[in-house]
């Protein structure tokens, strides 16, 4: 698939997201390429194109979980290429196979640690846990169906202006990063 059918389906599956995270999720090495990538997407008229923000049309709205979801897929594609990235099924907000392993993204917020009870856990598997306080990590509940080897918890602080976001991995345990 080129990258211009990716972006259209990530768009067509997603709705809308933030340019300099499209930016990141192509995975180019100079960002200049990705920026023309979605020029000439819009000039097929297959996106709708603001100052900050892509989109599979005029009428879609930006979704904060899906968007700190994909900023988690975009952080991992830097590291291998990704072979896949779909939405995934709630709770999971997408899922994505990397390197043989197949990721799922589960974004709760502040007292929704109750939306992890209906995980259909699968062993082969792997899970990032976004959560908004690292701190918290310890007292989510429902963990005990997960495999602790199998997930990790993320936390993603979004900062003004152009910058992408800062992203950290925690083991529950421990104080330090995964």
Known sequence: ???????????????????????AILNKPNPEVAEHLIRRIRSLNR????????????????DDRVITALWIAADYMKKAEMIGLCSGILPSVLTFIQNGEVYEVIV????????????????????????????KRNSIRYLNRFDCARYVFATVRHVSGNENPEICYYRRDTDETA
């Not at 900050?52 to 049309?57: D, F, S």
């Not at 109750?114 to 995980?119: E, F, G, N, R, W």
């Open 1 to 23: 698939m080129n990258d211009i059918d990716f972006l259209s389906n990530l768009l067509s599956n997603f709705g809308m997201i933030p340019k300099r995270l499209a930016i």
């Open 108 to 135: 709760i917020g502040e007292g929704e640690d109750y939306m992890l009870a209906s995980v259909d856990v699968d062993q082969h598997t792997k899970y990032i846990i976004v959560i908004p306080d690292a701190g």
């Open 47 to 62: 996106v709708w194109v603001t100052d900050e923000y892509i989109a599979a049309n005029r009428f879609c709205k930006p």
